[in-house]
C-alpha cells in the first residue's frame, strides 16, 4: 500500500547537536516527499520537498534528499538549535499542491541549551 | 506563505449534539480544502477531500453521514460532526489549496471533547 514510516520520539538533543529523522516510503510510481514542521500551538508548516529522485530539499538548514533507491527522505540538520524544538512529519503525494497527503506519525524533537 | 485559520479552536460537546468547525483561508482562494484527524502520538490521517461547489470526496471508513463537509465559497469550508460520541473526541485539522500555490497551507487545528 502507501505509506510513510519515519521515526518516532520523542527525541532529545543538546544545542548544536547533529540531527537525522529516517523516513521511508512505499507508493506507486515516484510521489512527490514532503517534511512537515509543527511548532507547539501552531499549524503544521511546509519545511522542505523534493517532487523527484535526487532532488534536494532545503530549509532552514534542514535537508533531505529524495532516494528512489532506498526509497527514502531522511531529514537532517548539522546544528540544532532550541527553535528547532518541534513535532516533524514526514509526508508523500502526488505531482501538485491539490495532491493527497499521506503522513508518518510524526517525530517530537526537543532540543536543550 | 498564505494563512488558514480554524474556528473553534477547541470545543467540548455532550455526546448526541452536534458541533461545526470551520476553516477560511484569509488571504487566497482555496479551490480545494482537506480534513485531517490526529489522534495522540499518531498520524494526521485524511478523511476527505473538498472542491468548492462540490460533494465533498471521503476516504474509505470515513462516515459521509457523520462527518458532514461542506465548501460554499472559496475562502470557507465546514465539518459537521453529527450526533458526536466520545470516540469522536479528536483533533481536527483543515488545510487548503488554491492555484497561486503549488503546496497546502494548514490550519492551527481544533480539539472536539466529547463528553
Known amino acids: 500500500g502507501n505509506s510513510v514510516t519515519q521515526m518516532e520520539g520523542p527525541v532529545t538533543l543538546s544545542e548544536e547537536a547533529f540531527l537525522t529523522i529516517n523516513c521511508t516510503y512505499t507508493?506507486?510510481?515516484?510521489?512527490?516527499l514532503f517534511w512537515y514542521v509543527q511548532y507547539p500551538g501552531e499549524g503544521l508548516q511546509l519545511l522542505l520537498k523534493?517532487?523527484?529522485?535526487?532532488d534536494k530539499g532545503s530549509n532552514k538548514g534542514f535537508e533531505a534528499t529524495y532516494r528512489k533507491e532506498t526509497t527514502s527522505f531522511h531529514l537532517e540538520k548539522g546544528s540544532v538549535q532550541v527553535s528547532d524544538s518541534a513535532v516533524y512529519f514526514c509526508?508523500?503525494?502526488?505531482?501538485?499542491?491539490?495532491?493527497?497527503?499521506?503522513f508518518g506519525k510524526g517525530m517530537k524533537l526537543t532540543v536543550n541549551p | 506563505g498564505a494563512v488558514v485559520s480554524q474556528h473553534p479552536s477547541w470545543v467540548i460537546c455532550k455526546s448526541g449534539t452536534s458541533v461545526k468547525i470551520e476553516c477560511r483561508s484569509l488571504?487566497?482562494?482555496?479551490?480545494?480544502m482537506f480534513w485531517y484527524r490526529q489522534f495522540p502520538k499518531q498520524s494526521l490521517m485524511l478523511m476527505a477531500t473538498?472542491?468548492?461547489?462540490?460533494?465533498?470526496?471521503?476516504e474509505q471508513g470515513v462516515e459521509k453521514d457523520k462527518f458532514l463537509i461542506n465548501h460554499a465559497s472559496l475562502t470557507l469550508s465546514t465539518l459537521t460532526v453529527t450526533s458526536a460520541h466520545p470516540e469522536d473526541s479528536s483533533f481536527y485539522i483543515c488545510?487548503?489549496?488554491?492555484?497561486?500555490?503549488?503546496?497546502?497551507?494548514f490550519g492551527p487545528g481544533t480539539r472536539l471533547t466529547v463528553l
Open positions: 488545510s487548503a489549496w488554491g492555484p497561486s500555490y503549488d503546496e497546502q497551507f
Open positions: 507508493a506507486t510510481g515516484y510521489p512527490s
Open positions: 523534493a517532487t523527484k529522485a535526487d
Open positions: 509526508a508523500r503525494g502526488t505531482q501538485g499542491g491539490s495532491e493527497k497527503l499521506v
Open positions: 488571504d487566497f482562494q482555496a479551490t480545494t
Open positions: 473538498s472542491n468548492e461547489g462540490s460533494k465533498a470526496t471521503y
